[in-house]
């Protein structure tokens, strides 16, 4: 095994971990297989054991392998999981469930004084009226998080703003067209299936699996469009497994298909990285990003944005080009400034912090 490591390039740890991630989804490490141990692997890449066992941490936690007791680490992840026989969908109480906080508590002062900041710089602009797919600051700052922290490179043009993500819902059935066939995950968010039954398409309803959407109902199913969370799936908490996300990407090969992902909550994943996304994951161009900050910083807070495959930017500026941005452009230049000073980011890792400290034993 020859790794190449870039000790320049920090931090060292995820370079290992997308080898060793690779080398699994390829098939060079089999399912049940025992990966290298953490001093030979340390040796072999002239890196301290600590890093090798902090990649392993993170393969453990997106699902590709697993710790046993006195024995190392073992593959979990098989690539020909999914697509099996119906079974009975068991209780959805697994490891793969996911708990969020109640409350993530921003602070207000520095909302206020952020606020404050913004009206000082830009008070000439305030009363502009917004571009039509949202401020500039606020994309090219969404496009910049997203590269660092989701893993997901996209150009500005590919981002659209709006009020919420039940209003971006309503236009991606618009661009899609209320002739396609729908589905959703069961349970899923309630107004998801509100949203659908309103304009009159047809969906299906996807029981979940302990780890995902059953192989079985997603493969029978005739639905062109999979509107999946794979992070925090709400009201059930189950988050999909490396295997079944993956799946979820075989299944969109075929010509026609499209997934929406709702990545709600992910950025509050105890893991040192959060879940890959099946955006990243993807290299079909036929994966639409969503978001909102209502989790992150406020309920209060109606901002949502979504990312088209290159593919729809056109298509999508031809039929809605024309609409107005349903956020004012205060708030949006007070996000960008949120996210671009760093703030975001430290409340985003402040709050991890004290989940991961609220998760430890004995506490």
Not at 65 to 93: C, M, N, W, Y
Not at 106 to 130: G, Y
Not at 149 to 154: E, L, Q, T
Not at 321 to 340: D, N, P, R
């Amino acid at each position: 095994m020859k790794y190449a490591i870039d000790k320049t390039e920090r931090p060292v740890y995820l370079q290992i971990y997308k080898y060793l991630r690779d080398d699994i989804i390829n098939g060079v490490f089999q399912y049940n297989s025992r990966l290298p141990s953490k001093r030979q692997l340390a040796a072999e890449t002239d890196v301290s054991t600590i890093t090798i066992e902090h990649a392993y941490a993170l393969l453990c936690d997106e699902g590709y392998a697993e710790s046993r007791e006195r024995s190392g680490f073992f593959v979990i992840f098989r690539q020909t999981d999914g697509f099996a026989s119906a079974e009975k969908i068991p209780e959805l109480h697994s490891q793969h469930a996911v708990k969020l906080p109640e409350s993530t508590e921003f602070s207000t002062a520095v909302l206020s004084r952020t606020m404050r900041k913004v009206i000082a710089d830009r008070h000439d602009e305030l009363l502009q009226k917004s571009p039509n797919s949202g401020c500039d600051e606020l994309r090219g700052a969404i496009r910049n998080y997203l590269a660092r922290n989701r893993g997901i490179y996209v150009d500005t043009e590919q981002i659209i703003i709006g009020a919420g993500a039940e209003y971006l819902y309503r236009l991606i059935i618009e661009l899609f067209g209320r002739d396609k066939k729908y589905a959703v995950e069961s349970p899923c968010y309630e107004k998801i299936e509100q949203i659908y039954r309103s304009v009159g398409v047809e969906y299906e309803l996807l029981p979940l699996n302990d780890d995902g959407i059953d192989s079985a109902a997603l493969s029978g199913s005739g639905t062109e469009i999979l509107h999946t969370t794979p992070f925090c799936s709400y009201p059930s908490g189950i988050t999909a497994s490396a295997s079944k996300r993956h799946e979820y990407i075989r299944w969109s090969e075929k010509p026609g298909r499209f997934i929406i992902e709702s990545d709600y909550g992910s950025e509050f994943s105890v893991s040192s990285k959060p879940m890959e996304t099946l955006f990243a994951l993807s290299d079909k161009d036929n994966v639409l990003y969503m978001n909102t900050f209502s989790r992150t910083i406020s309920p209060a807070v109606r901002i949502g944005y979504m990312v088209l495959p290159k593919r729809l930017v056109q298509p999508f500026q031809d039929s809605f080009g024309f609409y107005s941005c349903t956020v004012s452009a205060f708030e949006q230049y007070v996000l960008a400034e949120l996210i671009s000073s760093g703030v975001f980011e430290r409340h985003i890792n402040r709050v991890r912090r004290n989940i991961r400290k609220a998760n430890e034993p004995g506490i």
